[in-house]
């Protein structure tokens, strides 16, 4: 049984999390079909974004599957962020934007796939943090490295370090999620920056992704040198020759994605 709700909204794919009565939690079968559903964004031209929610309004992910875990092997625990790992990877590699609509908790994994995604729109009552600490643990999907990228080290060390919790004006603030929604309507707000992002040239909102992924911790001269590959891949499209005719014709662009 599928544990993602699949909807298409115009150009962008919806993608809700099928388990609003155990709080969206991630389980082993939820990580490999987000990891499917990356796969088939990026190779069909039709979707230029991808939304992620929780079902409900208490949850977007609370986190690992702990039940499932009841029982596990030392390496049953390693094998599992290997998987984990792969599939967030895979969201992140995806040439398509993802965007998570952060419409209740989004705690340990929850936070961490939350993170995988290139934006995060939240709920004003919703909150966000890395709690793995609090259960003898460390973030394991992530969670250590991407916090650290998104909002800088020492912020990270003290959300990671405390287990605390941050509601939506602190994680706005410190640049963990994007945007703020109305109450209730994270999802709503979500789709309206999909549909922005979609108004765009798909070739080149992949090739700034990608670009994005792979320069930013680079020495300057290296990271430079990588954009500059990325370049060409709309410098090359016929979507810059139709960007260029409908400016010039004062018109919306009919992109092909090629």
């Keep these: 049984m599928p544990l993602l709700i699949e909807e298409r909204r115009d150009a962008t794919l919806l993608l809700t999390i099928d388990g609003e009565a155990q709080m969206n939690v991630l389980s082993r079968a939820l990580v490999a079909e987000l990891g499917a559903k990356a796969e088939l964004a990026a190779h069909d031209s039709s979707i230029r974004a991808v939304v992620i929610t929780g079902k409900g309004s208490k949850a977007f992910c609370a986190g690992a599957n702990l039940k499932e875990r009841t029982g596990w092997t030392v390496d049953d625990v390693r094998r599992w962020l290997i998987e984990l790992h792969a599939g967030l990877r895979a969201i992140e590699r995806c040439s398509k934007p993802w965007i998570a609509a952060i419409n209740g908790l989004a705690l340990g994994g929850g936070c961490e796939l939350a993170l995988a995604c290139d934006l995060r729109v939240i709920d004003p009552g919703a909150q966000i943090g890395l709690t793995e600490t609090r259960i003898g643990i460390i973030p394991g999907g992530g969670g250590c490295v991407r916090l650290a990228r998104v909002i800088g080290t020492g912020r990270a060390r ?101």
């Excluded at 909102?205 to 990325?230: N, P, Q, S, T, Y």
């Excluded at 709309?234 to 004062?250: I, Q, T, Y």
């Design 158 to 258: 003290d959300l990671i370090l405390t287990a605390r919790r941050v509601d939506a004006s602190e994680a706005h603030a410190m640049g963990l999620v994007s945007r703020v929604g109305e109450s209730g309507k994270s999802v709503e707000a979500a789709l309206a920056l999909a549909a922005q992002i979609a108004q765009n040239a798909p070739v080149a909102v992949a090739a700034a992704k990608g670009a994005i992924e792979e320069a930013w911790d680079l020495e300057l001269a290296h990271a430079l040198d990588r954009e500059r590959a990325w370049y060409e891949k709309p410098l090359l499209s016929e979507d810059r020759l139709e960007g260029l005719k409908a400016f010039a014709e004062r018109r919306p662009p009919n992109w092909q994605g090629k």
